[in-house]
């Protein structure tokens, strides 16, 4: 999880840079630029809190199954030593 968790920090921060340079270099006043850096800004927090909710609810539902194949386990092996016990 967390190469991927990695990567995708990578990626969000490699496209923040890439559209503020290229918000920066582009010919239009400076109240357009900051216009526009802040909208972008605001687009990629959405973004990064929207790909956190969802790597989020992967994680919780991993969790929840692996604790019910723990509780499983342990109900199977609770009715093996009461078997061996009889």
């Known amino acids: 999880m967390g190469d991927k968790g ?6 969000i921060v490699g496209a923040t840079v890439g559209v ?3 918000i920066l270099f582009a010919p239009q006043s400076g109240a357009e630029t900051r216009q526009r850096i802040k909208e972008k800004a605001t687009q990629v927090a959405e ?5 956190a ?3 989020g609810t992967r994680l919780r539902d ?3 199954e692996r604790i ?3 509780r499983q ?3 199977d092996a609770d009715v093996e030593a009461a078997e061996t016990a009889l």
């Open 6 to 11: 990695d990567f995708l920090a990578g990626v």
């Open 20 to 22: 503020v340079l290229g």
């Open 47 to 51: 973004d990064a809190r929207e790909r």
């Open 53 to 55: 909710t969802e790597v």
């Open 62 to 64: 991993t969790v929840q």
């Open 68 to 70: 019910g194949q723990l």
């Open 73 to 75: 386990r342990g109900a």
